[in-house]
């Protein structure tokens, strides 16, 4: 029996496939919601230099990638060893800190490791031992990274955005999720969407309401689960992105001036839709009775 019909035939063993896929890639994630947004300002700040003092440009930059350095402690230096590494488990057994200064390990690590195991089962759950569930995946890991960083930085990285939009097109030339028409048109429906709101709301108050980032990720769902969710999307995360809002000013004394990245309510709405739009869509016509 081939492993696909084995995975079919085994529901149980199928989930903890995954679940066990879902913590390696969480393990992962990890390393480029760190690293991704140094990588980045490190070449903004090579492309400032090679602008306006290329002669003090290092003929031999020290490399900073998702491999290079290997994983180590933030605090002490300490290379972190293989089974230190392990998902979850590592940081029960060294107990969340350090093995070496006993500096507490963020909580976070294995949060985001436990995160994109439980996606990727849900993700199982819903769509069944089959190609589409790989996607699917991959989608959710995409977005998680992206809630993480954008909470952390306020960026929604291009090397991420833009291939997703691209793999979205590319999935839908075989009706994956919606036929190709629709997704381009969602993509492009997407990205103008947003670029509207935010040119509306500048040319009002003169400020920026959000990020171009925002754009390229909704372009992104859009590509994925084509135009006809775009509406769904976009209130989902407009009313949970209000009320998180409204209760960061409340409880934590938010100061109204500061931004909020809208990308992590983009993400959610996202994958919410592409579980459990088309029941939500059915079972609000129900209940308006136009069907």
Request: charged content about 10%.
């Amino acid at each position: 029996m081939l492993l696909p019909e084995f995975l079919q035939a085994s529901p149980g063993c199928f989930l903890l496939a995954l679940t066990l896929l879902g913590l390696i890639v969480g393990s992962f994630l990890n390393v480029v919601i760190l690293r991704l947004p140094i990588m980045m300002e490190r070449q903004w700040k090579l492309e400032c230099l090679e602008a306006l003092h290329p002669d003090k440009v290092p003929e031999n930059p020290i490399k900073y990638n998702l491999a290079t350095p290997g994983s180590n402690c933030m605090e002490c230096g300490y290379r972190i060893r293989p089974w230190e590494n392990i998902p979850v488990l590592s940081y029960l057994f060294l107990k969340g800190q350090c093995s070496h200064c006993k500096t507490p390990i963020s909580i976070r690590y294995p949060l985001i490791e436990i995160i994109s195991a439980t996606l990727a089962v849900v993700s199982g759950i819903v769509f069944g031992a089959s190609t589409t569930t790989l996607f699917v995946c991959l989608l959710a890991w995409a977005l998680l990274t992206l809630t993480v960083i954008d909470l952390d930085t306020q960026l929604l990285p291009d090397s991420i955005t833009l291939p997703l939009l691209w793999l979205g097109l590319l999935v839908n030339t075989q009706h994956l999720f919606v036929p190709l028409t629709d997704a381009v048109f969602g993509a492009v429906a997407g990205y103008l969407s947003l670029w509207l709101v935010y040119w509306g709301f500048k040319l009002a108050t003169g400020k920026e309401g959000m990020g171009y980032g925002d754009f390229k990720l909704l372009a992104a769902l859009g590509a994925w689960l084509g135009w006809q969710m775009l509406p769904l999307i976009i209130l989902l995360s407009s009313l949970v992105g209000t009320l998180a809002g409204v209760g960061l000013m409340i409880f934590k004394k938010h100061n109204r001036e500061q931004p909020i990245p809208f990308g992590p309510y983009l993400a959610a709405a996202g994958f919410f839709a592409l579980l459990w739009g088309n029941t939500l869509i059915e079972f609000y016509l129900q209940i308006m009775g136009m069907k």
